[in-house]
Protein backbone atom coordinates (compact mmCIF):
# COMPACT_ATOMS: atom_id res chain seq x y z
CA UNK A 1 0.00 0.00 0.00
CA UNK A 2 1.28 3.32 0.00
CA UNK A 3 2.80 4.81 3.04
CA UNK A 4 1.11 8.05 3.26
CA UNK A 5 -2.18 5.65 3.60
CA UNK A 6 -0.81 3.56 5.97
CA UNK A 7 -0.19 6.48 8.23
CA UNK A 8 -3.13 8.59 7.74
CA UNK A 9 -4.82 4.79 8.56
CA UNK A 10 -2.76 4.67 11.73
CA UNK A 11 -3.59 8.78 12.76
CA UNK A 12 -7.55 7.63 12.01
CA UNK A 13 -7.46 5.10 14.59
CA UNK A 14 -4.68 6.65 17.13
CA UNK A 15 -6.70 10.21 17.11
CA UNK A 16 -10.55 10.07 16.32
CA UNK A 17 -13.18 9.66 17.78
CA UNK A 18 -13.52 5.71 17.60
CA UNK A 19 -16.81 5.32 18.63
CA UNK A 20 -17.97 6.31 14.82
CA UNK A 21 -15.20 3.62 14.07
CA UNK A 22 -17.44 1.15 16.44
CA UNK A 23 -14.54 -0.53 17.64
CA UNK A 24 -13.23 0.14 21.42
CA UNK A 25 -10.17 2.01 22.62
CA UNK A 26 -8.18 -0.69 23.35
CA UNK A 27 -9.36 -2.10 19.72
CA UNK A 28 -8.44 1.23 17.92
CA UNK A 29 -5.12 1.56 19.94
CA UNK A 30 -3.73 -1.90 18.79
CA UNK A 31 -5.22 -0.99 15.01
CA UNK A 32 -3.21 2.00 14.81
CA UNK A 33 0.19 0.40 15.74
CA UNK A 34 -0.69 -2.21 13.12
CA UNK A 35 -1.24 0.18 10.92
CA UNK A 36 1.53 2.54 11.82
CA UNK A 37 3.83 -0.31 11.82
CA UNK A 38 3.22 -1.30 8.52
CA UNK A 39 3.64 2.41 7.62
CA UNK A 40 7.29 2.16 9.43
CA UNK A 41 8.46 -0.91 7.64
CA UNK A 42 8.10 0.99 4.63
CA UNK A 43 10.23 4.26 6.01
CA UNK A 44 7.51 6.72 7.59
CA UNK A 45 9.35 8.54 9.90
CA UNK A 46 6.20 9.84 11.10
CA UNK A 47 4.94 6.69 11.68
CA UNK A 48 7.93 5.22 13.03
CA UNK A 49 7.40 8.58 15.90
CA UNK A 50 3.86 7.85 16.86
CA UNK A 51 4.75 3.93 17.26
CA UNK A 52 7.45 5.26 19.31
CA UNK A 53 5.04 7.11 21.37
CA UNK A 54 2.71 4.70 21.68
CA UNK A 55 5.30 2.19 23.35
CA UNK A 56 6.39 4.92 25.44
CA UNK A 57 2.88 5.39 26.44
CA UNK A 58 1.96 1.81 27.00
CA UNK A 59 -0.50 1.92 24.09
CA UNK A 60 0.66 -1.49 22.28
CA UNK A 61 0.63 -4.61 23.20
CA UNK A 62 2.82 -5.53 26.24
CA UNK A 63 2.65 -2.39 27.96
CA UNK A 64 5.62 0.17 28.48
CA UNK A 65 8.55 -0.72 26.08
CA UNK A 66 11.55 2.18 26.27
CA UNK A 67 14.18 0.46 24.29
CA UNK A 68 11.38 0.02 21.37
CA UNK A 69 10.27 3.32 21.80
CA UNK A 70 14.05 4.63 22.03
CA UNK A 71 14.66 2.49 18.54
CA UNK A 72 11.81 3.96 16.89
CA UNK A 73 12.48 7.43 17.88
CA UNK A 74 16.23 7.41 16.49
CA UNK A 75 14.95 5.44 13.34
CA UNK A 76 12.63 8.60 12.87
CA UNK A 77 15.30 10.94 13.56
CA UNK A 78 17.60 9.34 11.23
CA UNK A 79 14.77 9.39 8.30
CA UNK A 80 13.52 12.48 8.76
CA UNK A 81 16.96 14.14 9.69
CA UNK A 82 18.08 13.00 6.58
CA UNK A 83 16.08 15.34 4.84
CA UNK A 84 16.39 18.17 6.91
CA UNK A 85 13.28 18.75 8.92
CA UNK A 86 12.40 19.20 12.47
CA UNK A 87 13.37 16.27 14.06
CA UNK A 88 16.63 16.23 16.60
CA UNK A 89 19.81 14.85 15.50
CA UNK A 90 20.39 11.37 17.13
CA UNK A 91 22.64 12.31 19.21
CA UNK A 92 20.10 14.54 21.14
CA UNK A 93 17.62 11.91 21.36
CA UNK A 94 17.95 11.26 24.92
CA UNK A 95 17.36 15.12 25.93
CA UNK A 96 14.81 15.15 24.10
CA UNK A 97 13.16 11.39 25.24
CA UNK A 98 14.64 11.54 29.04
CA UNK A 99 12.54 8.33 29.64
CA UNK A 100 14.03 6.26 27.05
Do not use: Q
Not at 32 to 59: E, H
Amino acid sequence: GHVGALYNLGVLFDNEDISILGVSETDAKSKAASWYTLASKKGDPRAMFNLGVMNISGDVDGGVNSKKAKELFRKAAIEEYSGETSFPPTTDIEMTFPNC
